[in-house]
């Protein structure tokens, strides 16, 4: 048996897009090419975890881990391309995690 600590990031990324679209390659301001919309966000997690192990020999090893994360961040709506107003703030639910490992 171990214990230890995970650190995970989970990232959204979404683009929204309007039919009949045009992009003026001259002009890439934002504010003047209308129809696209892309936006992203990270939640960061931390939590404890163990790994058992259910087989192990020379040649195959079987592990067992299990894991309960904290979210410690929200995850804000940002664009690169844009400024965003009334943004959502995602909040990252703790989840469980379990994982089998075969070497």
Known sequence: MTTGL???????????????NVINL???DPMNNSGHISLR???FYVGP??????WRNK???????????FAFTN???KSDYADVHN???EIGNNRFILGLVIQ
């Open 6 to 20: 995970n650190l995970s990031a989970t990232g959204n990324n979404v683009d929204v897009y309007a039919a009949n």
């Open 26 to 28: 001259n002009d890439l």
């Open 41 to 43: 966000n990270q939640i």
């Open 49 to 54: 975890s163990a790994s058992f192990y259910a």
């Open 59 to 69: 040649t195959f090893k079987l592990r067992l881990n299990i894991a309960y994360e």
């Open 75 to 77: 995850g804000k709506w």
């Open 87 to 89: 943004t959502v703030k």
